[in-house]
């Protein structure tokens, strides 16, 4: 069983910047490291999938953070992140970090918040106009 916790938010300025960090812990997963995701979500709207890093070190984004997020990872500390340059309010968000044990490479539909079962408690990023 994988257990998430993220860090890292806060109140910043339109133009700021924050690094999220998500710590796992558990697993025993024959795919580790395994893939892992970036979600975030506001009040009535559906989770967003932003930013995914496969076990090769190979990541993705979403067309909304493309080019002012970046996803990496640390698979000695277990840990993910989410460096966040050029915020914009609309980025104001409850922030998720969200893991799939049984996948080495994430595939097309890593988006897909149903594909994932192991989920952080989130971090709230507020950014301020």
């Known amino acids: 069983q994988v257990e998430l916790v993220e860090s890292g938010g806060g109140s910043v300025q339109a133009g700021g910047s924050l690094r999220l960090s998500c710590t796992a812990s558990?697993?025993?997963?024959?795919?580790?490291?395994?893939?892992m995701t970036w979600f975030r979500q506001t009040p009535g709207k559906e989770r967003e999938g932003l930013a995914v890093?496969?076990?090769?070190?190979?990541?993705d984004y979403a067309d909304s953070v493309k080019g002012r997020f970046t996803v990496s990872r640390d698979n000695a500390k277990k840990t993910l992140y989410l460096q966040m340059v050029s915020l914009k309010p609309e980025d104001t968000a409850m922030y998720y970090c969200?893991?799939?044990?049984?996948?080495?490479?994430?595939?097309?539909?890593?988006?897909?918040?149903?594909?994932?079962?192991?989920w952080g408690q989130g971090t709230q990023v507020t950014v301020s106009s």
């Open positions: 969200a893991a799939d044990p049984s996948r080495y490479f994430c595939g097309a539909d890593w988006p897909a918040p149903a594909r994932y079962y192991a």
């Open positions: 890093i496969n076990g090769a070190g190979g990541t």
């Open positions: 558990g697993s025993g997963s024959p795919y580790d490291p395994y893939c």
